[in-house]
């Protein structure tokens, strides 16, 4: 079995750069997981809201409680 990872544009919700990140197919529809900002390095909430054979869905927030 092939490990696919899906590759998806974001945008950070604290510097408003757009960026991709790979989102592994193993996530289920309803998780998070935190990924860094590859242009700022602040902590992303990405939350997975629809996964299928070839499209992710995905949502970003900010880290509450957690600003810079
Ligand atoms: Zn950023």
Known sequence: MREELSE????CP???ETFSV???PSL???????EDCYIC???IEIFIAHNS????????????????
């Open 22 to 24: 790979l989102i592994e």
């Open 53 to 68: 054979h070839d499209s992710v869905d995905i949502r970003v927030s900010r880290i509450e409680g957690n600003e810079f």
């Open 41 to 43: 390095c602040r902590p």
């Open 28 to 34: 289920e529809v309803g998780e998070s997981y935190i």
């Open 8 to 11: 998806k544009n974001i945008t």
């Open 14 to 16: 604290y510097c408003w």
